[in-house]
Every structure is written in structure tokens, then in C-alpha cells.
């Protein structure tokens, strides 16, 4: 047992508090970790076992590692047995970086990690644009005011994997009333799971030395958060290493009322807007379904024309009674019943709001179908021509309208209506004829053409037409 002097004691205890960290040196364990104890060993161990599982001897021995808000450098140190090329911390306080030379020196610890001064904000410029094979962030998201701005720094400087440790918030918070009010609701995010995130805000001043860097509103994630801020920042699903019930049981033992988890993710090709693409499916849908011609006359001289006295069909009068916001419930049923597709069900029900356009594009595809433009150009211009027209039917009737005119060789509308169409929605798929639809879902299945159009119906929920 080395015996250490008065005055090395009182220089460590000037450079603590040592709570993310347990040195053992030949003088014992120098460690202030209390209520987090064992909670600097799991992430280690947890990052040991995660590397050793994923990557050979050779592998690690070719790859770097970057650890971001790694304030001594202990997790670091830990895994320094490893045959990795290079170990390197990034860490904001100075007095972090400093409290593990003078715990390594006065301990008689030699450490292969090497130190740079820096935050998450800047974190690419203070490694100088290098990219690290594995980046760890462990008690740092929860420390950020941006959970989503973090996870991006991370993602340009991360090469093969990412490891994150945060406490989370308990995902029991994302009750049904709080998703109905979050959850994306636009055609371009059907088809894709409608998943919510939440983040819990506090204040958090920069007195603490594990705790964010100046005054700020920082946000505790939910692990939907984290699986948003991975996708919108280019990493793959994240992998759940460790979650919260296992953390619990492992590390906090009832001592912090926390949640946390320990998750990994890959670097995957950075998102877009447009990668996002389900509303051009969504649109391509719409375009090839077709409702009937005997439901919609109905409809259409009653809320187009104008005529009072209609001889309705059982689904027009569901419809209309919809429109008219009256037996919501049984009409509702009543369309469950008499119409089969999904897609023309959801068609029909999107009628209650803005009838007159959307039944006028719906009564101009119908005519177009029977190929009789003149008839559906006169439906799609009732649609763009129309006070306050609904946007959705607007944008679509204009790319009905551009169609017209490019078949009839009439350049000039058909530019102007490609104009109004991109100023409309300059997301709408160019391609969303039924029969492009068509042949497009036949060879992307190898499949008949009618084959294609089956698949076509069998859609995802749909909803706001
Ligand atoms: C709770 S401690 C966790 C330390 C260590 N990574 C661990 O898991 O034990 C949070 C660390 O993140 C650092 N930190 C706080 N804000 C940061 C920021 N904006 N960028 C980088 N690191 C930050 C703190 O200085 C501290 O070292």
C-alpha cells in the first residue's frame, strides 16, 4: 500500500469531487461516486462487452475511440486494455481534465488516453474534423439543451458506432392524450410507425462538474426522443443495450429515483425530407383509387351543383350525412360495411371537410378514367377555380390539369399548371397516374400488372386525405 502525504491528499481533494470515477491506485480507490457507486463500472463494462461482441482483436487494433464529455477519462481509462489504435476524451472543463492528470499522477496510474478541450457544440472543430470508428457519449444527452442538435455533432464525427448512456424519461409519460396532441398527422408521415418522443426540462446551472456547461433549459429524452434524434441525425434504429428496468436493477438499486438506459447505434445514410417519401406513396394511392360513379353523382349534384333533391345510394347518403355532421357514428359504420378499400373508405370520409373540391378532383379522375378529359378538366378547374379551395385537392387537380394539356400538346397550360402545381406542393410525386402507379409497382415486384395494382389497395392506415 503506498502511503500519499498530507499535502497530495488536500491536492486531491481540491481537484474532486471524483464522482464519475473509482481510481484505484496503489493507495486505494479514490472515488466520490456515493449514490451513482457502480455506475462508472456497468458503462464500462457495458462498453467492453458491446466492443468485444461487435469487433475482432484485429478489428479494435485498426479502430479509435472518442469519448465526448468524458470528464477524467476513467470509462475511457477502463477500456484502455483493449487493443485499440487511439483513445481520445473531449471534455469542456478544464478542471475535469485536470482532476484526472493530478487523481493519475498521485496514484501512480499511466493511462493511454489522450485529452482535448471541447464541447458537444464544437465538436468536429475540436477534433479537427477527424472521424473516430467508435464515438462513446455516456451522462451527456441529459446534460444538452438539444438532445437533437447533440446527436448530430455526434453523428459527423462518428465512423462505425455510436454508444450512449443518458438517463431517460420514463416512456409511462406518453399516455394516449399526449400522443393525440404530438403525433405527425400529415400525409407524409403515414406508413411509418407514428412514434412520440418526449424530453422533461429543467434549468441547470454549470455549478456541478458532471453538469452542463453554462445556464441553460436542458431536456431529459425519452428513448422515442433518442430513436427520432438517431434518425433525423443519420444513425440507424438504436439498439437498447441496457433498458431502464435492467439499468435500475443493475446500478441505482432504489438509491436515484432515475430512469436510464444504455443504447448503440450505426451510422446510416443522412436523411432528407424527401427520404421520407410515404406521402408520394401515399399520393400515388390516391390517384389510382376510384370511387364509384353511382356513389358519387350523389354527391356531386348535391355539394358541387347545388341540387337540393338527389336520389342518394346508401353510401352517398352515409356520406352526406357525414358532410352534414349528423349520425357521425352509424354513417361512419355504415361506410365500414358497403366499402371495402381502405384507401376509397378514407377518400369518402375526408369528404366531411371542404366537400365541394375534393368530391369535384374525385368526380374529375372518375371522368378521366372513362377518357374524357374535357369533362374532368371542367371537375379539376371547379376544384383550382374555387374560393378558399381545399390545398390538397388544389395541388392534386393542377397535376390532373398538366396532364390535360401535355396529352393535348398545349405546352404553355401545361407549364403554367406544373408551375402552380410546384408552387402548390413542390413535394407531390411527379409520377402519380394510375397507370404509371401501375407499371411502376409491376417492375418493382416483378410482378403482372394486375398483381401490382392488388397491392396498391392493401395500404397502411391512412387518415387526412
Ligand atoms: C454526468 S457527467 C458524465 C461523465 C462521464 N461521461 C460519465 O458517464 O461518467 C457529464 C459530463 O459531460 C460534460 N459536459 C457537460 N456539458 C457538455 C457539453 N456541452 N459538451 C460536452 N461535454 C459536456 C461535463 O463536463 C461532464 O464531464
Same mark, same amino acid.
Given at each position: 500500500?503506498?502511503?500519499?502525504?498530507?499535502?497530495?491528499?488536500?491536492?486531491?481533494?481540491?481537484?474532486?469531487?471524483?464522482?464519475?470515477?473509482?481510481?484505484?491506485?496503489?493507495?486505494?480507490?479514490?472515488?466520490?461516486?456515493?449514490?451513482?457507486?457502480?455506475?462508472?463500472?456497468?458503462?464500462?463494462?457495458?462498453?467492453?462487452?458491446?466492443?468485444?461482441?461487435?469487433?475482432?482483436?484485429d478489428?479494435?487494433?485498426?479502430?479509435?475511440?472518442?469519448?465526448?464529455?468524458?470528464?477524467?477519462?476513467?470509462?475511457?481509462?477502463?477500456?484502455?486494455?483493449?487493443?485499440?489504435?487511439?483513445?481520445?476524451?473531449?471534455?469542456?472543463?478544464?478542471?475535469n481534465?485536470?482532476?484526472?492528470?493530478?487523481?493519475?499522477?498521485?496514484?501512480?496510474?499511466?493511462?493511454?488516453?489522450?485529452?482535448?478541450?471541447?464541447g458537444?457544440?464544437?465538436?468536429?472543430?475540436?477534433?479537427?474534423?477527424?472521424?473516430?470508428?467508435?464515438?462513446?457519449a455516456?451522462?451527456? +444527452?441529459? !446534460?444538452?439543451?438539444?438532445?437533437?442538435a447533440? /446527436?448530430?455533432?455526434? =453523428?459527423?464525427?462518428?465512423?462505425? @458506432?455510436?454508444? #450512449?448512456?443518458?438517463?431517460?424519461l420514463?416512456?409511462?409519460?406518453?399516455?394516449?392524450?399526449?400522443?393525440?396532441?404530438?403525433?405527425?398527422?400529415?400525409?407524409?408521415?403515414?406508413?411509418?410507425?407514428?412514434?412520440?418522443?418526449?424530453?422533461?426540462?429543467?434549468?441547470?446551472?454549470?455549478?456541478?462538474?458532471?453538469?452542463?456547461t453554462?445556464?441553460?433549459?436542458?431536456?431529459?429524452?425519452?428513448?422515442?426522443?433518442?430513436?427520432?434524434?438517431?434518425?433525423?441525425?443519420?444513425?440507424?434504429?438504436?439498439?437498447?443495450?441496457?433498458?431502464?428496468?435492467?439499468?435500475?436493477?443493475?446500478?441505482?438499486?432504489?438509491?436515484?429515483?432515475?430512469?436510464?438506459?444504455?443504447?448503440?447505434?450505426?451510422?446510416?445514410?443522412?436523411?432528407?425530407?424527401?427520404? +421520407?417519401? !410515404?406521402?408520394?406513396?401515399?399520393?400515388?394511392? /390516391?390517384?389510382?383509387? =376510384?370511387?364509384?360513379r353511382?356513389? @358519387?353523382?350523389? #354527391?356531386?349534384?348535391?355539394?358541387?351543383?347545388?341540387?337540393?333533391?338527389?336520389?342518394?345510394?346508401?353510401?352517398?347518403?352515409?356520406?352526406?350525412?357525414?358532410?352534414?355532421?349528423?349520425?357521425?357514428?352509424?354513417?361512419?359504420?355504415?361506410?365500414?360495411?358497403?366499402?371495402?378499400?381502405?384507401?376509397?373508405?378514407?377518400?369518402?370520409?375526408?369528404?366531411?371537410?371542404?366537400?365541394?373540391?375534393?368530391?369535384?378532383?374525385?368526380?374529375?379522375?372518375t371522368?378521366?378514367?372513362?377518357?374524357?378529359?374535357?369533362?374532368?378538366?371542367?371537375?379539376?378547374?371547379?376544384?383550382?377555380?374555387?374560393?378558399?379551395?381545399?390545398?390538397?385537392?388544389?395541388?392534386?387537380?393542377?397535376?390532373?390539369?398538366?396532364?390535360?394539356?401535355?396529352?393535348?400538346?398545349?405546352?404553355?397550360?401545361?407549364?403554367?399548371?406544373?408551375?402552380? /402545381?410546384?408552387?402548390?406542393?413542390?413535394?407531390?410525386?411527379?409520377?402519380?397516374?394510375?397507370?404509371?402507379?401501375?407499371?411502376?409497382?409491376?417492375?418493382?415486384?416483378?410482378?403482372?400488372?394486375?398483381?401490382?395494382?392488388?397491392?396498391?389497395?392493401?395500404?397502411?392506415?391512412?387518415?387526412?386525405?
Amino acid at each position: 500500500m503506498r502511503t500519499l502525504s498530507i499535502d497530495q491528499i488536500e491536492t486531491l481533494n481540491a481537484h474532486g469531487p471524483y464522482n464519475h470515477s473509482a481510481w484505484t491506485g496503489g493507495a486505494g480507490v479514490l472515488t466520490h461516486e456515493e449514490a451513482l457507486e457502480g455506475r462508472g463500472r456497468f458503462i464500462a463494462d457495458t462498453l467492453l462487452s458491446v466492443l468485444t461482441t461487435r469487433f475482432s482483436g484485429d478489428r479494435l487494433a485498426r479502430m479509435s475511440i472518442l469519448d465526448v464529455g468524458c470528464y477524467d477519462g476513467w470509462i475511457l481509462h477502463q477500456i484502455g486494455g483493449l487493443p485499440l489504435r487511439r483513445l481520445v476524451g473531449v471534455e469542456p472543463r478544464s478542471k475535469n481534465i485536470r482532476k484526472g492528470e493530478v487523481a493519475r499522477s498521485i496514484l501512480g496510474i499511466e493511462t493511454r488516453v489522450e485529452f482535448v478541450q471541447g464541447g458537444i457544440e464544437n465538436l468536429a472543430e475540436s477534433v479537427r474534423g477527424e472521424i473516430f470508428d467508435i464515438v462513446v457519449a455516456t451522462g451527456l +444527452l441529459h !446534460h444538452v439543451e438539444s438532445p437533437a442538435a447533440a /446527436l448530430r455533432s455526434l =453523428r459527423q464525427v462518428c465512423g462505425e @458506432l455510436l454508444f #450512449l448512456e443518458t438517463i431517460t424519461l420514463d416512456s409511462r409519460h406518453i399516455g394516449a392524450a399526449a400522443r393525440a396532441e404530438i403525433e405527425p398527422k400529415d400525409v407524409v408521415y403515414f406508413g411509418r410507425p407514428k412514434t412520440v418522443g418526449m424530453c422533461g426540462n429543467k434549468l441547470e446551472s454549470s455549478y456541478y462538474d458532471g453538469s452542463a456547461t453554462g445556464l441553460s433549459v436542458v431536456g431529459i429524452p425519452s428513448i422515442e426522443t433518442i430513436a427520432l434524434c438517431c434518425e433525423a441525425a443519420g444513425f440507424s434504429p438504436p439498439r437498447l443495450e441496457v433498458n431502464p428496468a435492467g439499468y435500475r436493477r443493475a446500478v441505482w438499486r432504489g438509491k436515484r429515483p432515475f430512469h436510464a438506459a444504455i443504447l448503440t447505434a450505426e451510422p446510416a445514410p443522412r436523411q432528407t425530407c424527401q427520404d +421520407l417519401g !410515404h406521402g408520394q406513396a401515399y399520393e400515388r394511392k /390516391l390517384a389510382a383509387a =376510384r370511387i364509384r360513379r353511382e356513389d @358519387l353523382a350523389p #354527391l356531386h349534384q348535391r355539394f358541387c351543383l347545388g341540387k337540393t333533391r338527389v336520389a342518394h345510394t346508401e353510401v352517398s347518403r352515409a356520406v352526406s350525412a357525414l358532410i352534414g355532421k349528423r349520425g357521425e357514428r352509424a354513417a361512419g359504420t355504415a361506410l365500414e360495411r358497403l366499402v371495402e378499400s381502405q384507401v376509397e373508405r378514407e377518400i369518402l370520409r375526408s369528404f366531411a371537410h371542404s366537400p365541394a373540391g375534393k368530391i369535384a378532383l374525385e368526380m374529375g379522375k372518375t371522368h378521366l378514367a372513362d377518357n374524357d378529359p374535357a369533362a374532368a378538366e371542367i371537375e379539376f378547374r371547379r376544384v383550382t377555380g374555387g374560393w378558399n379551395a381545399d390545398w390538397r385537392s388544389t395541388y392534386r387537380a393542377f397535376h390532373y390539369l398538366a396532364a390535360i394539356a401535355r396529352s393535348r400538346g398545349l405546352d404553355k397550360d401545361r407549364r403554367r399548371y406544373e408551375e402552380l /402545381l410546384a408552387v402548390a406542393n413542390p413535394h407531390f410525386p411527379a409520377r402519380a397516374w394510375p397507370e404509371d402507379v401501375e407499371a411502376e409497382e409491376a417492375e418493382a415486384n416483378g410482378l403482372t400488372r394486375a398483381a401490382g395494382m392488388t397491392r396498391l389497395g392493401s395500404s397502411s392506415p391512412l387518415q387526412e386525405v
